[in-house]
């Protein structure tokens, strides 16, 4: 069993930045994916990026590719998710997960992280 364990939410005003991140401890692989979901209230999960165990590949959702951007400390077994430029549209609860599947978008992620709240204010 993987946890995963986040980090960095918090509030900041429209327009700033925020960086969260994304520990893993466990028994992983090397088709083990990780990245990050977030859930506005009242609405559903949605997807919005993930990279690969060896850190060599990512993939974003479209509405967030150009002000997000996802990496990963291999040594730490760390995700990070650099987000810039926020809007008030951005709050939601971020959570971190994980799919020995290869990707996030097949099936449901075998992990989540237990959320962290990004307050966006105008």
């Known amino acids: 069993q993987v946890q995963l364990v986040e980090s960095g939410g918090g509030l900041v005003q429209a327009g700033g930045s925020l960086r969260l991140s994304c520990a893993a401890s466990?028994?992983?692989?090397?088709?083990?994916?990780m990245g990050w979901f977030r859930q506005a209230p009242g609405k559903g999960r949605i997807f919005l990026a993930e990279?690969?165990?060896?850190?060599?590949?990512?993939y974003s959702a479209d509405f967030v590719k150009s002000r997000f951007t996802i990496s990963k400390d291999n040594a730490k077994n760390t995700v990070i998710l650099q987000m810039n430029s926020l809007k008030t549209e951005d709050t939601a609860v971020y959570y971190c997960?994980?799919?020995?599947?290869?990707?996030?978008?097949?099936?449901?992620?075998?992990?989540w992280g237990q959320g962290t709240q990004v307050t966006v204010s105008s």
């Open positions: 990279i690969s165990f060896d850190g060599g590949s990512t």
């Open positions: 466990g028994r992983t692989s090397s088709s083990y994916t």
């Open positions: 997960a994980g799919s020995f599947r290869r990707s996030l978008n097949i099936g449901i992620p075998d992990s």
